[in-house]
């Protein structure tokens, strides 16, 4: 396939940093006073504090996919239109440095991306050519990161009584798969729809529906204590 128009309908069109190399370094003086260090600081502020990242962090670890943070994160001016990204082929999440200005959003997309990256550690998902994994995962990111929680449903000016969080879950699922996939609308729906159910109810590694931050910090602390139960077993 053309390398081009591989990079279209991968979605790898979004990040063009992604072609320049991996691991560019600069130098000090650029890296200071830059998005880059901003989106440095609120990363490292999100992965230390956040019960959503922690839970994920250490699900992951447990898994024997223990993430590092110069290696797995990489903090890039991306296109206008997403905020991140997880690039399977390096295993390593796309923070958008010239699309993220607050610490909530940073802690959201970290937490989205590390679902991906989650589920790229426990199971054998196809991103390329498999719309069912995509759609699965795209589904669980929205439902389990916060995307959807009333707060933020709230600050878009989006209200619902009757199953709307499940609505918002479908809607940024099928939105996510058409912001990287080449296919149509109906395709996009259709592939949500056929998994959507037994994703939407895929709760790890959290084991419930974190609402909210008190949520995460109740399902992180079950899975610290999970932990402690088996090791004295």
């Given at each position: 396939m053309d390398q081009t128009k591989q990079e279209e309908e991968y979605g790898y069109d979004l990040f063009p940093e992604r072609n320049k190399g991996k691991f560019k370094k600069g130098s000090i003086a650029e890296s200071l006073f830059t998005f880059n260090n901003?989106?440095?600081?609120?990363?490292?502020?999100?992965?230390?504090?956040?019960?959503?990242?922690?839970?994920?962090l250490s699900a992951m670890k447990s898994s024997g996919c223990k993430v590092f943070k110069d290696r797995h994160f990489s903090c890039e001016d991306c296109d206008g239109t997403v905020s991140g990204g997880f690039d399977a082929a390096?295993?390593?999440?796309?923070l958008?440095?010239?699309?993220?200005?607050?610490?909530?959003?940073?802690?959201r997309v970290v937490t989205h991306e590390l679902i991906h990256a989650f589920d790229h550690c426990r199971a054998h998902v196809d991103w390329f050519n498999n719309f069912r994994h995509l759609a699965c995962s795209e589904i669980r990111a929205a439902n389990l990161s916060g995307d959807c929680s009333f707060s933020n449903e709230l600050a878009r000016f989006n209200f619902g009584l009757k199953e709307h969080h499940?609505?918002?879950?479908?809607?940024?699922?099928?939105?996510?798969?058409?912001?990287?996939?080449?296919i149509s609308q109906e395709e996009a729906e259709k592939t949500v729809n056929e998994v959507f159910d037994m994703c939407f109810n895929d709760h790890a590694p959290f084991g419930r529906i974190p609402h909210s931050k008190k949520d995460a910090n109740f399902a992180f602390r079950e899975y610290e204590n999970r932990d402690r139960y088996y090791s004295n077993v």
């Open positions: 901003k989106c440095q600081v609120m990363l490292e502020f999100a992965m230390e504090t956040s019960p959503y990242a922690k839970l994920l390096s295993s390593q999440i796309v958008c440095q010239n699309n993220i200005h607050q610490q909530s959003h940073m802690t499940q609505e918002c879950v479908r809607g940024r699922a099928i939105r996510s798969i058409l912001a990287v996939r080449k």
